[in-house]
């Protein structure tokens, strides 16, 4: 069997703090204690993202998930111990094949905003799709999976100690990660600044919002879960968050105009399948923010129940 790409771009943005991305697809994170090192999350699934991480430490690994969402628990089936929200059980792991081939195409041409197919057009890196993206072996187990709960701590050793904290809006079961050590707090897509709130009432997802805020002098910086949204190994822009908050509060007053945009893959021809429509959502905008959502899952059920609007 033809041997998987290991050849991810990298940076240290830190001290033992690595940025790696799989290819314009999703950024994963590496956090090295003097004990134990932390991956954050699994990317889609193209190459051997484990092989990666052994060209850079031998620590024992963790392996947490932020949400399993293809892009981010793609490569879970390559690590013996995953650690995951319980409320994003119950989906493939990774996704069929065909979804994460069907994704990989658009999420690269939307973070290199070219038109076609990059991986025709343009060799930007050293794999090819067709052989680095693959199901896994039939004999291939599946990791131990162990839950991650809000408050969680992991210690990988000499004084860095990272926590988990739970923030659903664009997932059910959404997870921001804070290191204090070296002041950074890892938010998977818990916020960007192109938001879809598709897994949890905007209201929940305001609240979870305003737990990232309400850490801020604990960090200095945001990093995301992909890099379209900023620079590879940089912070997001500081007027990510409170723009995010402001437009959650305007949601849940009514304060809203919804606005037309381009689909979120970027150019409709020729990626986007004929005819396709988000129809769902309902989009605003801020600036450069922006924030889809259901109107019809704005509040928490018991305010919704209840008619408090």
């Known amino acids: 069997m033809t041997e998987l790409t290991r050849l991810y771009p990298m940076v240290q943005f830190k001290k033992d703090t690595w940025e790696i991305d799989e290819f314009d697809l999703a950024s994963m994170y590496l956090l090295i204690g003097s004990e134990k090192a932390m991956l954050i999350d699994c990317g889609m699934g193209v190459g051997d993202l484990r092989g990666a991480v052994e060209m850079l430490t031998d620590k024992p690994l963790i392996t947490v998930i932020s949400h399993n969402h293809p892009d981010h ?11 995951i929200n319980r409320k994003e059980l ?13 994704d990989t195409e658009r999420i690269a041409a939307r973070q290199k905003d070219c038109i076609g197919n990059p991986y025709t057009m343009f060799h930007l890196y050293p794999y090819d799709i067709n052989v680095d993206l693959r199901e896994p072996a039939p004999d291939t187990k599946m990791p131990v999976i162990h839950e991650l709960t ?6 990988l050793g000499g004084g860095r100690i990272v926590t988990a904290y739970e923030c659903p809006g664009h997932a059910p079961g959404e997870m921001v990660f804070l290191d204090e050590m070296t002041r950074t707090l890892i938010a998977g897509d818990a916020l960007n600044f192109s938001l879809f709130l598709m897994g949890a009432p905007v209201e929940s ?3 979870g919002l305003r737990k990232i ?3 801020k002098d604990r960090y200095d910086g945001i990093w995301n879960g992909h890099h379209d949204y900023r620079a590879f190994g940089a912070p997001l822009d500081k007027d990510c968050l409170p723009t995010a908050i402001r437009m959650c509060e305007d949601i ?5 105009a919804p606005v037309e ?4 893959w970027g150019q409709k021809v020729p990626l986007t399948r004929q005819g396709e429509k988000h129809s769902w ?9 922006s924030i889809s959502f259901k109107e019809s899952n704005i509040f928490e059920e018991k305010r919704q129940e209840g008619g408090n609007r």
Do not use: C, H
């Open 90 to 102: 119950g989906q493939d792991m990774p996704y069929p094949l065909e979804k994460r081939r069907f």
């Open 213 to 215: 805020e309400s850490l």
């Open 150 to 155: 809000d408050g969680m701590q992991f210690d």
């Open 205 to 207: 997802a305001l609240r």
């Open 261 to 264: 945009e381009p689909d979120a």
């Open 73 to 83: 628990s793609g490569n879970v089936r390559q690590f013996d111990e995953i650690w």
């Open 252 to 256: 849940l007053a009514g304060n809203y």
């Open 281 to 289: 959502k309902t989009t605003i905008r801020r600036g450069r923010n």
